[in-house]
């Protein structure tokens, strides 16, 4: 699954607006938006991780990694 998707439904899983999770990530809500449907042109490494800390996720949940599992 597209980390994206997997970032949309971690946010709306916890029933957290994007304008807001946005807000804590420190990105525009359009860039989120474009994150979010797989339309970005680019993520960062600070971007994503920004992103799962608003969501108090792992990054390696979000990118779908098993342990030991190289990227």
């Known amino acids: ?5 997997q970032l949309k439904l971690a ?11 946005a807000r804590q990530a420190g ?3 359009k860039y989120l938006s474009q994150i979010e449907n797989g339309k970005a042109p680019g993520l960062s490494v600070e971007v994503l991780g920004r992103l799962c800390r608003a969501l108090g996720a792992e990054p390696n949940v979000i990118m779908e990694w098993e342990p030991g599992e190289a990227p």
Not at 1 to 5: E, K, N, P
């Open 27 to 29: 990105i525009a809500p």
């Open 11 to 21: 946010r709306v899983g916890q029933g957290i607006k994007a304008k807001d999770l």
């Open 1 to 5: 699954m597209a980390i994206g998707l």
